[in-house]
């Protein structure tokens, strides 16, 4: 498989780490005999560092730990502890309930970015993962190699030697671009007297990253950070059992052989036959014949490659009223089919006020109005590059679900990279990037995946509530959000404003930002250099 690259540590870096890591040299490991608070926290500066979570550890986090009560423990040996109790509750009576309060974090190393969509599909898990927004990979790996999966498969097969070589040209255009891209910014965008040095250059380079990442290849290395369940771990790993890339039927082993070390009760039933095996040959027999039956109906049909980046495709033209409904439901004694009647009879200015009122002042957009948004739907149509479907991917209470990663759809080229002048050799790497996965797709038709830039489009739909809805779409046109995701977010406001014409629930996602901006991260950088100083 994949090559992961170890760190070596020193002797007393490894009497620290053993106390807190399941292991110090594989790709995949759980944290423990910390207090909750340190494993949040690392996760969080982990996604926005370079550092492997263990070296994040030594560097940044011992200092201000106190280890004296550690001393005696090793967590690289697994538990010793019985675990009868939970085996005779959950194990022998079924009970999925108990799973459900013992978590883990996990650490997820050098996962390519196709790989990261498939561990960040359950709903009832947290997941940060490392940013291409924050982190260039222009850096190469301790072996010397670019951060890239090689896929054991394509390197045994006649594509192995094209396929590395190729990447590496697609990772020496972006180490290329990215300086480029910063120089030219910095001469667009001058520094002015309100900002530090430190604040402009986070900025500045935030605005580079975010228009070279489209060159970086679905191969690109990631980090990971999970926290969840047991019962969310088991219903993670069927799935990846299930799954038809190599990759991730391998990290899923690594994953298994983590998490015994921590909750082996709750992974018991993955290896019983009649349990996880049946349970994972229906997962994967059900997939594949689904394929089959599709193609078999439409053979060789032709993509549509003309549709707009975002379609309102399903919604309910009274979801509104059924929205006040709701909220009358909640707080009256009567019955729905009386409520529904009362309803119907209110005018326009009733109407209007009983929705501002449930609604209530909003001071931000993270006071948001109860259930009695959940009551309607929106389904939503996108074709978007593939960076921008990795962020919203990432809203886990929506219905997502995706295409395969191909480039049949096109790419995109930032507005950036073309008024500097760099659009050449950015569609030039693309066009490497399409004919390598042209090239892998008839006999690798999941591996060709990791070939495509993230500047290729992707379709997908999204299906969610009012109530998520006003949290996706002000959270992601915030003035800090990628320009890609922020044109998603105002297209969504609108159709829902304008094709559902659901006004009311439109207005009161007040919060959406509509503003230009040109340094994304300058506002966010300067709040963040604020609370430095406040804390200093």
Known sequence: ???????????????????YFTNLDGPVFALVNLPEVVKGALFARYSRSSKSLRRLFLDEFVGDLDLT??????????????????????????????????????????????????????????YLEQSTRYLGYDKRLANGHYRFYRDHDILESRFGARYVGEMDRMFDTYSHLLPQMTEWLTKRYPKTAQDTDFVYRQAIRA????????????????????????????????RMRAHPLPEVHHYAELMIQELTKVIPSFLRRLDVPERGGVWVDYLASTKNATSSIVE????????????????????????????????VFASSAMSTEDITAKVASLDALQRQELLRTYIGPRSNRRHR???????????????????????????????????????????????MIREAG???????????????????????????????????????????????????????????????????????????????????????????????????????????????????
């Not at 992961?4 to 620290?16: D, G, H, K, P, R």
């Not at 109906?297 to 009274?318: A, C, K």
Request: hydrophobic content about 40%; proline content about 3%.
């Open 1 to 19: 498989m994949h090559p992961y690259v170890a760190e070596e540590f020193s002797e007393s870096e490894v009497e620290i780490l053993r106390r």
């Open 69 to 126: 009560g550690d001393v005696s423990i090793d967590a690289t040996v697994g538990l010793a502890r019985a675990d009868d109790l939970y085996q005779r509750i959950f194990y022998e009576y079924g009970d999925d309930s108990v799973a459900q309060l013992g978590g883990v974090h996990l650490a997820c190393e050098q996962a390519s970015n196709v790989l990261t969509k498939v561990l960040e599909w359950g709903r009832l898990m947290s």
């Open 207 to 238: 605005k580079a990253l975010d228009a070279t990442r489209g060159l970086l290849p679905a191969s690109a290395l990631s980090n990971l950070g999970i926290y969840a369940s047991g019962q969310a771990y088991e219903a993670l790993l069927l």
């Open 296 to 327: 078999s109906l439409w053979p060789g049909e032709r993509i549509d490659t003309d549709q707009d980046l975002v379609s309102l495709i399903d919604f309910d033209p009274d979801g509104e009223t059924k929205v006040l409904e709701a909220i």
């Open 369 to 415: 109005p109860g259930r009695a948004y959940e009551r309607t739907d929106y389904r939503f149509e996108l074709v978007t590059d593939y960076g921008a479907f990795r962020d919203l991917q990432r809203h886990r209470l929506c219905t997502i679900e995706w295409q395969s990663l191909a480039v049949d759809l096109g790419y995109e080229v930032p507005d």
């Open 422 to 536: 760099l659009d050449g050799l950015f569609e030039e790497s693309l066009q490497r990037s399409r004919d390598l996965f042209n090239e892998l797709r008839t006999e690798f038709p999941h591996q060709a995946q990791y070939a495509v830039a993230l500047a290729f489009k992707i379709r997908y739909v999204i299906q969610m509530n009012a109530r998520e809805a006003m949290h996706l779409i002000e959270l992601r046109s915030g003035p800090q959000g990628h320009p890609s995701y922020r044109k998603v977010a105002h297209e969504m406001a609108r159709l829902i404003r304008d094709q559902a014409g659901h006004r009311g629930i439109a207005e009161s996602m007040e919060f959406i930002d509509f503003s230009d901006t040109d340094l994304e991260r300058l506002e966010a950088e300067r709040a963040a250099e604020r609370a430095r100083t406040q804390r200093s």
